[in-house]
């Protein structure tokens, strides 16, 4: 969260104090709060700054923690859960950002990313050994008349 | 008085900046030496005004000097003394203060440096520091002058935020300066160089000790930070990939590939472009993360800076010092001459597949925290980027690079045998492989990909160690041979293996962090409550006044099995300046795993309490500590040792002076 922003003393507004899960919040049924927790895990707490709703203190998302177990106890499966809180909030409460056209990009940065860097060090690589393992340019007669000269000297 | 002082020389720092990058540029460009080192003394002095300055303000804070408008805004006279003297950089304009004072710390350390830097390189490098300086003295005196005084002068100030009131702003700001500002440094030599048209492993060894001294900084703080974090906020997380923590870890990123490529350039005289834009790159993400965290562009809610026109200030230094350098690279890098070649399979080009997996996982943190800035600008539309997101691009960017990272290590330069670093390592990857299977088939039923994590991270440890023993352990020789010859390899040897083994232990740590376990009730006095491994009764609970707050204190056994370990006290705070509660965690220490215990609130005759195992946790920042020492222990290398005399006599006196 917001660590070297409050180190930075930037915190005005809230103390960042986490309580988030109340005990009165729990489901007595484990398997279902397990679901609740990894579900809200994924949830983005709205009035917060990138922070989960399973993780913040603040009441809205105390409201949602108990709408998410609300809906699982009614018998939705996650997916269900997740939907209910987009279709009212929108993807912005999603942690996870959906894949779509406006995310395309963003999802595939770091493929792109890798794939250019690696083409480039690729081709690179390519040409400088290219550079090394080019013939050089065969002998001028007069270059090869000065060759034959020293080696005739060196035998002479 | 004093308060006037502090201000007067933080201006009069200002004009002297401008003398340091004005007169040696000239100095420069007119091939005029005197005037090229006028900024070695324009560096010190301007270290010296801003120390003053200052140290104004520290005295403007330990005295409680209430005329001050910042010393009101953030302290309180019973504050203890250390906190009055932190609060100095727990806000925004004392922090721009430290920030600057680090800045000049480092030209003058450049300026007072023995190394033999060439005059022209020097002079380069500590005008175009000079130039960072002026824009951060003018920001600071313009946008976020801490001597601003007050009238009437209030009679009590408004206390420190009480999060902030921990030893934690006392150690992890200065070294996360230190770590951020000191890639200034290598920004500015790589400025000097562009300018200069030249650039060959003098260069690179004039530059790798500024670079991996602020790369052990960085680490430091960016660890010192999550330790805070983690027993500060009180529920245990300890990296939550929000936008100001993304700030520190792309530079971070972006050094550690710098530190690699600065060998190359140094051994082989190879990859010389690409280091001086790794360079500008590293100092312009902490540029970026300075107008991230100060602007609140990403941080609308936690941030205080919402005047835009320090947002918009920032802004123009960061387009201004990254526009101008890229610029200058465009249009100078071409003239750089290609240093040696190297064959595909080679130290070289395993430093290349290096700085290509941490370029892209740098690249990733840029994405994810700028694209929901991007996208609600051109389309409107808003999206969160959070961890599941990093979880699903970063660890796969990692997880090759840290798995290549041993046969790399083992890789010869120039020309190396793969199957034989692959070989050289099958001892280390085989009990990494059994240490994996063993925990998968010990924890059933429990995450999978943890007890890969963990094998990777023993992979780690154990290959960086057989590195070492490899260089030191011959057949033939006694012990005593080994022991010369452990002594006689470089400080930087030993400096990588550790460093590598620091991350294989973080990565232990982490991995780790999935059999950690919560628990959460109300309890009563004499109530137990079981997480993991740990037990804990609650024995009472009492209040107790502090200098500046009141806290309700839990006291709670604590058992692991039967085993009864000290005591833990968990409390909650009010503190009565800003009646801003706070929460206290307690912590007990056992080996490297921790009990951590946290209150909410009170109910029911009890209060709510959550007890966590998080198992091998310390590993996390003792891995980060390791990498800072292997960091520090390169530092101390001969060839970098600041005052190492000179061996033999150096070639230069035989050739004529140019």
Known sequence: MRRIALILGLILLVAPVAQAVQPDEILPNAALEQRARSISGGLRCLVCQNQSIDDSDAPLARD????????????DDDKAVVD??????GDFVLLRPPLNAHTLLLWGAPFLI????????????RQRAGEENATPAPLTDEERNRVDKLLRDEQG | MIVEIGHYALALALGVSVIQTVVPFWGVFRQDRTLASVGSSAALVSFALVALSFA??????VRSDFSVGNV???SHSAQPLIYKFTSVWGNHE????????????????????RRSLPPRLRAGALAAQGLVAVAFLAFTLFTSNPFQRLSPVPAEGQDLNPILQDLGLAIHPPLLYIGYVGFSITYAFAVAALIDGRIDAMWARAVRPWTLLAWTFLTLGIAMGSYWAYYELGWGGWWFWDPVENASFMPWLAGTALIHSTVVMEKRDALKVWTILLAILTFSLSLLGTFIVRSGVLTSVHSFATDPARGLFILFILIFFV????????WRAPLLRQGGLFAPVSRESALVVNNVFLATACATVFVGTLYPLLLEMVTGDKISVGPPFYNATFVPVMVPLLLLLPIGQSLAWKRGDLLGAAQRNAFAFGVAVLAALALLSFTRGGPVLAPLGVGLGVFLVLGAGFDLAERIVTRASGWRAMLSRARGLPRSAWGTALAHAGVGLSIIGIAAQAWSSEAITVLKPGERLTSGRYTITLEGMSPRTGPNFRAEIARFQVFSGDRE????????????ARAMPTTEAGIRTDGLSQAYVSLGEAQDGGVAVRLYDKPLILLIWIGSLVMALGGGLSLTDRRFRLAAPKRAAPAAAVQPAE
């Open chain 1, 64 to 75: 949602l923690r108990i709408l998410v177990r609300e809906r699982l106890v009614a018998g």
């Open chain 2, 56 to 61: 104004a303000l520290v005295t403007s804070y």
């Open chain 2, 94 to 113: 004392g922090s721009m203060l430290l920030w600057v004072l680090i800045l000049t710390l480092f030209g003058a350390l450049v300026a007072l440096s």
């Open chain 1, 84 to 89: 209910f809180v987009v279709a009212r909030y």
């Open chain 2, 323 to 330: 526009g101008g350098s890229l610029a200058l690279f465009a």
């Open chain 1, 114 to 125: 890798f794939l250019a860097g690696a083409a480039f060090v690729w081709r690179r690589g």
């Open chain 2, 72 to 74: 009101v805004a953030n």
């Open chain 2, 565 to 576: 370990l000290a005591p833990i006290e968990a409390s909650k705070r009010i503190y009565t």
